[in-house]
């Protein structure tokens, strides 16, 4: 199973790599070594360290020896581009997740209840779905369903949690509505887009989330002109590449039959109207499935 996973994951990750043009291509593979070769120094800082210092299992080390240290920090410095080679390596080694946490500063939450018979469940809060009965599921998992699942989820998460924040805030209710603004900075850089659409609109409450996400380099207070101009020149550093959600394919359309002329000196019967026959009117057109929502358009 473990060897069937990995496969699956190389397939994957190859997928997406062909996808793109060759000037994406070149830029990928540049940095597709700069992570190797970043992960292997950061790797054998990390052995390097348990044996300097005599530490016994890895589930008991602490989680500064593999974040607080520089060979982290060059991954990290990596930025967006790196995360599909680092979802990559997950697959192999779940402390990668420290380095997509750092990245995309997203933070998923566990909610530990009971069941009918008492026993202990451990909930993703995001994916309801993934439940843990021994303790919270792999963090792997976790990461992967996100992965899959954006750039569709955080639009829509972000939706419904702004409209709830304004909505709060309009009826004066701030410590509520604080809760849902710290909701949205934990979507992470994922959400930038879709905040910076909102300034584009107007909304100059944003901006405090906004410089957290981005480490202060928009101010918390400026004027939405220079945050826009901040986002224009320097997005592409901080959007996520996720995968191109896969377009089903389209059924080819049937041609209809040819219809008869009616015999001469007769005229064809006149037939009602859509409105007339009490169909749908055509330009409301058939109900359409969901599909994969994109980042705002610039």
């Not at 330009?283 to 994969?292: M, R, T, W």
């Amino acid at each position: 199973m473990r060897a069937l996973f990995l496969l699956v994951g190389t397939l994957q990750l190859a997928a997406l790599l062909s996808a793109r043009s060759p000037h994406e291509a070149a830029q990928g593979e540049t940095v597709s070594r700069a992570f190797e070769a970043r992960y292997a120094a950061w790797r054998q800082y990390v052995d390097a360290e348990i044996q300097r210092q005599g530490l016994g299992f890895r589930s008991s080390l602490p989680g500064s020896l593999f974040y607080d240290n520089q060979p982290f920090r060059d991954i990290v410095s990596l930025g967006p581009p790196a995360l599909p080679y680092m979802m990559h390596k997950l697959r192999q080694d779940w402390e990668v997740g420290r380095m997509l946490s750092a990245i995309t500063k997203w933070n998923w939450h566990i909610e530990r209840t009971e069941d009918e018979a008492g026993k202990r469940v451990w909930t993703v809060v995001e994916f309801r779905d993934m439940a843990g009965r021994t303790g919270p599921p792999d963090n792997r998992e976790i990461w992967l369903r996100w992965w899959r699942e954006n750039p569709k989820w955080t639009a829509d998460r972000f939706a419904g949690l702004y409209g709830e924040w304004k909505k709060l805030k309009e009826d004066g209710k701030d410590e509520e509505g604080e809760g849902k603004c710290q909701a949205m900075k934990d979507l992470g850089i994922a959400a930038l887009p879709y905040m910076i659409d909102r300034v584009k609109q107007g909304d100059r409450d944003l901006m405090p989330a906004i410089s957290c996400l981005v480490d202060a380099a928009v101010a918390a207070d400026a004027e939405p002109p220079v945050c826009l101009d901040w986002w224009d020149k320097n997005k592409e550093h901080w959007r996520i590449p996720f995968p191109k959600a896969k377009e089903e394919p389209k059924q080819p359309t049937q041609a209809k039959p040819a219809e008869k002329p009616a015999p001469q000196g007769t005229e064809a019967p006149q037939l009602p109207s859509d409105r007339e026959a009490g169909e749908a009117p055509v330009d409301g057109g058939p109900a359409q499935k969901s599909v994969a929502r994109d980042v705002p358009s610039e």
